[in-house]
């Protein structure tokens, strides 16, 4: 019996549908077999992979515990080996950022005197406030969790403002408006220094550009303002949050460590005396002040899972696959942590970059705190010599100390860090 009209069109239509699957299944049989395999991982769920395993308050510590049971995180990178032979030695494949979508224009920070010469005074500053909360809003919404939850599903920016999980689309609004404030307003205080002539403003990264924006053709010109002012507003966001935490940070070592404290402080005594502070030039003549900034690096790294990188296109790495696209984040905090390298790794224990003459190592951390290849943190020298500075005056100048309560008696605390981007 033939099959009716009707039927006959449905095999039609059925027809190249199979042989679109067919050579959909032979491309994707023939590309797996053709290429090598991705790297070890825990096995995914479908749609929201392994979302569900993350820690998402810690999630350095769930790659590095995959590490220890796979070999490799889902591409966290854990050696500072690996990390040289990706995000260094093929800089050119892995320095894309991935797309993240509350934070599109959200990089890193410099101080608002260098990029606009901007003097923000002591106490409540207008701009300082706008930064502090567009860093503050920012963060809440580049939370490990959060960034993990739009990146799978990005429509929840979509959904109507009635809608059920909506409230984070508003929140990445209002982090929005926060980003385009401080990319506006401090940006149109220094051109208004530029109008007035005023000699504040002429040194100024801003002012500089600005001033060689004006030889430029009118057509580049909006161009040219664009780049500058997101590149001034990711140097104003990235060196603000990193320097402060770094210095909690030490400062947190010093209570817990007094004998720390106290060598430093001895050693600072008997090679610059008591008459004046120490100046960069002392810098050399201090290694354990030295050693010091080295574990202050090392045993809280600030950015625990550094700032991701994403792949511009396929590579193999060791026998393993890694397609374009790929979410590469080079997990500080393992390599900080890595026990064969750090014994008792928890414990903040500056002589470990000191020989047995009490010269420093080649260890040095700044060499993956700060991130690697060309997307390595551009204020690293910044970074590493203001808080030097910082670390070395305030060694010289205070003792820290637990807190104590009216009757004298020591307050004790646990240290706790807030998730983040940043901790
Ligand atoms: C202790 C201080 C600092 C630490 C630990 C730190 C760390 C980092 C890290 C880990 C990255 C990501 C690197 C990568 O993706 O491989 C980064 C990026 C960045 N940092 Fe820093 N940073 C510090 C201070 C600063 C300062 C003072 C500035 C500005 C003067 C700055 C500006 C930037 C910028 C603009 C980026 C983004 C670079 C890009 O996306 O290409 N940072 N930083």
Not at 43 to 61: F, T, Y
Not at 157 to 167: E, N, R, V
Not at 251 to 271: C, G, H, K, T
Not at 335 to 355: C, G, H, N, W
Request: negative net charge; aromatic residues 10%; glycine residues 6%.
């Amino acid at each position: 019996m033939y099959p009716s009209v009707d039927g006959r069109l449905d095999i039609l239509a059925v027809l190249p549908l199979s042989f679109a699957v067919i050579i959909a299944l032979r491309r994707f049989i023939a590309n797996r077999e053709s290429k090598p395999c991705l790297p070890p991982g825990p096995v995914p769920l479908p749609l929201i992979g392994n979302v569900l395993s993350i820690d998402a308050k810690e999630p350095w510590l769930t790659y590095t515990k995959w590490h220890a049971a796979y070999g490799q995180g889902v591409i966290s990178i854990n050696s500072q080996h690996i990390a040289e032979a990706l995000l260094d030695k093929r800089s050119d494949i892995y320095s894309d950022r991935p797309y993240l979508a509350t934070a599109e224009q959200f990089s890193s920070s410099v101080g608002m005197s260098t990029i606009y010469d901007y003097e923000p005074s002591a106490r409540n500053d207008p701009l300082v406030r706008i930064m502090e909360n567009t860093v503050a809003v920012g963060l809440q919404m580049t939370t490990p969790g959060k960034a993990i939850l739009l990146q799978l599903f990005p429509f929840l920016l979509k959904l109507p403002d009635w809608c059920w999980g909506s409230s984070i689309k508003r929140d990445a609004q209002i982090s929005t408006d926060h980003m385009n404030k401080i990319r506006d307003l401090p940006f149109q205080s220094a051109q208004q220094h530029m109008a007035e002539n005023s000699f504040l403003g002429q040194f100024s990264m801003v002012a500089e550009n600005l001033q060689r924006m004006e030889k430029q053709d009118e057509a580049s010109k909006p161009t040219f303002e664009v780049a500058l002012k997101r590149a001034a507003v990711a140097g104003v966001m990235g060196s603000y949050e990193t320097t402060s935490s770094t210095l909690m940070v030490f400062a947190l070592a010093m209570v817990l460590y007094p004998d720390v404290q106290r060598r430093a402080q001895a050693e600072i005594d008997s090679v610059i005396g008591r008459d004046r502070l120490p100046t960069f030039e002392d810098r050399a003549s201090l290694p354990y002040v030295e050693s010091i900034l080295r574990e202050t690096f090392r045993w809280h790294p600030i950015l625990p899972l550094g700032v991701p990188h994403a792949t511009s296109s396929d590579d193999t790495y060791d026998g393993f696959f890694i397609p374009k696209g790929t979410t590469v984040m080079c997990n500080t905090w393992a390599i900080s942590r890595d026990e064969k390298r750090y014994p008792d790794a928890s414990r903040f224990m500056p002589e470990r970059f000191l020989d047995v003459n009490g010269v420093l190592t080649n260890d040095d951390p700044a060499r993956y705190v700060f991130g690697l290849g060309r997307r390595a943190c551009p204020g690293r020298h910044a970074g590493d010599a203001s808080v030097w500075s910082a670390i070395v005056t305030m060694l010289a100048t205070v003792d820290f100390s637990f807190a104590k309560d009216d009757q004298g008696k020591v307050i004790d605390f646990t240290p706790q860090f807030n998730p983040g981007l940043v901790w």
